[in-house]
């Protein structure tokens, strides 16, 4: 149940909280609390990742993929909607994520 189905892409923890994130060639994005092992936040994609990275505060995600760039809002626990996307930035070639 909170495994991937195949090789995982991505690979990426947050600095201010307890959490990383991975991405698979299953099409999810899985949020991971590494203090209490659970299974945070799922998303299903529709295209194949290519890469995931947290933001440092922990409260925002950027995934790649091969033509766009998908950036991804989390709200902290308590909130009733958790997770809403964010925005899409076209791009062409894209390889890799990375917050500066």
């Not at 909170?2 to 307890?18: C, D, Q, V, Y």
């Amino acid at each position: 149940m909170f495994n991937h189905n195949g090789k995982i892409l991505g690979l990426s923890s947050s600095t201010s909280k307890p959490l990383f994130v991975t991405c698979s060639v299953d099409r999810m994005v899985k949020v991971w609390n590494y203090y209490t092992n659970q299974l945070v936040h799922t998303f299903q994609m529709n295209e194949d990742p290519i890469s995931v990275q947290f933001h440092p505060s922990g409260l925002h995600l950027g995934i790649a993929f091969s033509d766009k760039l998908v950036l991804i809002n989390l709200y902290p626990e308590g909130i009733e909607n958790k997770k809403r996307s964010g925005r899409e930035i076209q791009t062409k070639n894209l390889t890799c994520v990375s917050f500066s």
